[in-house]
């Protein structure tokens, strides 16, 4: 089966200005499927995706119209000082049953990741995620996973065994999946009055990093060391307060401002491990002037513009591009190493597998930023190590 054999053709008529576009635009850069399908044999770095599917997007209904909508605004943005290599290949359309849309998404990303593309998949409801998540279970690797959202969707699942799941429960199906092939989950900006301690409980437990709106509200850049490690990011653009994207029914007062999502975008697209990423439940019925398919138009044009601007410096090779920093702690023996990258200034830290850990390797090396390292001078232990540190074990 062919990957065209899963879109439908863009109408360009519907999206494009009566006097087309200039040729600094990305309307005129990007290879659209709006009659031939992208040849994607030839060189593409990053595949654009529609999703046109709600039917499990709760409370959020009409979210399915949203791709063409930020299409519009997207193709109007002009190249940044780079030549981009990317295809827009349309939209899936809703399956017959959910699970066939998810089959179609789940295709799609495995397919475009071993061809070395990066999805940008366009939603649709935040389900979605569970569906780009199964993209990589035919990839033996483990997935870091980094969701941007003002709550934890962990309500309980009554799909049983089908893989159909919706968008307050489709946490639940990846951390029960079987096998069981994420390593890390991160969020970043829940809103407290929003998630139960329970659920706080389930995450502190697990080791799983999560953040608090308020712990990064204008100071935006201690997220860079989380989304770094990222292998598929999944945005909820009600995580974004309602004054700046209110093209959502489930929109609120709080969350990030428009220029911190951008950043947060374009940290995605800087991190070298970073394979997918999914923006999901726009709803272009609750959308005024298109302010909301703008600012999502502006996202993926800073994640665009971070990848186009990657240092490439993980992993770590060659050596002599790096500094090693080794620390002692005040009530241990043990050393904290800490690798620093001459081209980016961005650290790493070396945690040591268990003794029955990875036979290739010695430690596994965790993104963390300069306070984590700071913390080790004063003698004291990383929270990032310690967790690191029982996930491996």
């Given amino acids: ?91 899936i359309r809703a399956g017959e049953k959910v699970t066939d849309t998810y089959f179609a998404v789940k295709t799609v990303v495995s397919e475009l990741i071993k061809k070395d593309i990066i999805p940008v998949i366009l939603g649709g409801g935040q389900d979605l995620t569970y569906a780009q998540y199964l993209g990589y279970e035919e990839l033996e690797q483990k997935v870091d996973l980094v969701v941007i959202d003002s709550h934890f969707d962990l309500d309980e699942d009554n799909h049983g065994e089908s893989i159909e799941t919706t968008s307050a429960s489709y946490l639940n199906k990846i951390f029960l999946h079987d096998p069981n092939y994420l390593f890390n989950f991160s969020n970043l900006g829940y809103q407290t009055y929003f998630v139960s301690q329970d659920s706080l409980r389930v995450m502190d437990k697990l080791y799983f990093d999560v953040h608090r709106l308020g712990e990064l509200s ?7 060391p989380a989304i770094r490690n ?42 070298d491990k970073l394979t997918s990423i999914g923006f999901y439940e726009f709803n272009p019925a609750y959308d ?77 090396l965790v993104p963390c930023s300069y306070a984590d390292y700071k913390t080790a001078t004063s003698g004291e232990l990383p929270d990032l190590w310690w967790r690191t540190y029982q996930k491996l074990n």
Avoid at 21 to 48: C, M, R
Avoid at 76 to 88: F, R, T
Wanted: aromatic letters at 12%; charged letters at 20%; glycine letters at 8%.
């Fill in 288 to 364: 005024s002037n298109g302010q909301t398919a703008w600012q999502l138009a502006q996202m993926i044009w800073y994640f665009i513009d971070g990848f186009y601007n990657r240092k490439r410096d993980f992993p770590l090779n060659p050596k002599s591009q790096y500094l090693i920093y080794k620390t002692s702690l005040t009530h241990d023996d043990q050393e904290v190493i800490f690798v620093k990258s001459k081209k980016s200034d961005r650290w790493w830290m070396q945690v040591p597998y268990p003794s029955a850990g990875s036979p290739n390797e010695r430690f596994h």
């Fill in 218 to 224: 204008g100071n935006i850049a201690v997220t860079e």
């Fill in 230 to 271: 990222a292998s598929m990011v999944s945005f909820d653009i009600g995580a974004i307060r309602a004054a700046d994207a209110m093209g959502n029914a489930n929109a609120t007062p709080n969350g990030f401002y428009g220029e911190e999502a951008c950043q947060l975008c374009r940290y995605a697209g800087f991190n």
């Fill in 1 to 91: 089966m062919s990957l065209a054999d899963f879109f439908t053709p863009i109408d360009l008529k519907k999206i494009a200005p009566k006097k087309g576009y200039y040729t600094s635009q990305l309307g005129d850069k990007i290879v659209h499927y709006s009659v031939d399908f992208p040849d994607l044999e030839e060189k593409t770095d990053i595949a654009i995706i529609g999703v046109m599917d709600d039917r499990n997007a709760i409370g959020n209904p009409g979210c399915s119209l949203g791709p063409d909508y930020i299409r519009e605004k997207l193709y109007q943005l002009n190249e940044g000082g780079y030549s981009v290599k990317i295809a827009d290949l349309g939209n």
